[in-house]
T-cell receptor, first 112, second 114 residues
């Protein structure tokens, strides 16, 4: 079956530091890949997505590249801000199930 | 355009009670789904619907019922609540359910079963 593995948190960084959150996946076929963000007390919001191999998703300074050869979709940001503190979820969707399979989430804490 | 709305935001039940979690969307999306989120875990799919009158089971359907009589609404029913159903519940919708579609999430319902 499908699965998503992402690095455990919490990840604690100082403002303006470089961020990487690792995500690898197992899936049949050709899934689409997503990063969702959850701010405290809120629902999930789409951060970025990529729907085929070598696609790069980007939004608000965050980027992730769909790497089929390494089955990875790592999230990066060059300079984090305090306002980026949240829980980040990597997820995949394949054509068969019409649903998202989520990783366990990574909590990011950015200190001033 | 309110997006996906859920009510109530918080609910406390006693074991054995029943209740319905409401979910509505105003984006004319065909696909709707329910997930639950437990500490240290990602979201897990409970039930989903690809259109009015059509529902199917997700990963963890036991103890939950759904129906989809309109495109807009997708309520989740707990028939006899158990402490193991204490969780945060999210409803989501997408245009057609294709794997490339973005899913839009509601703000969640935090349920506690005593």
């Amino acid at each position: 079956g499908n699965s998503v593995t992402q690095m455990e948190g919490p990840v604690t960084l100082s403002e303006e530091a470089f961020l990487t959150i690792n995500c690898t996946y197992t899936a049949t076929g050709y899934p689409s890949l997503f990063w969702y963000v959850q701010y405290p007390g809120e629902g999930l919001q789409l951060l970025l997505k990529a729907t085929k191999a070598d696609d790069k998703g980007s939004n608000k300074g965050f980027e992730a590249t769909y790497r089929k050869e390494t089955t990875s979709f790592h999230l990066e940001k060059g300079s984090v801000q305090v306002s980026d503190s949240a829980v980040y979820f990597c997820a995949l969707s394949d054509t068969g199930r019409r649903a998202l399979t989520f990783g366990s989430g990574t909590r990011l804490q950015v200190q001033p | 355009n309110a997006g996906v709305t859920q009510t109530p935001k918080f609910q406390v039940l006693k074991t054995g009670q029943s209740m319905t979690l409401q979910c509505a969307q105003d984006m004319n999306h065909e696909y709707m789904s329910w997930y639950r989120q437990d500490p240290g875990m990602g979201l897990r799919l409970i039930h989903y619907s690809v259109g009015a009158g059509i529902t199917d089971q997700g990963e963890i359907p036991n103890g939950y019922n759904v129906s989809r009589s309109t495109t807009e609404d997708f309520p989740l029913r707990l028939l006899s609540a158990a402490p193991s159903q204490t969780s945060v519940y999210f409803c989501a919708s997408s245009l057609s359910g294709l794997s490339t579609d973005t899913q839009y999430f509601g703000p969640g319902t935090r349920l506690t079963v005593l």
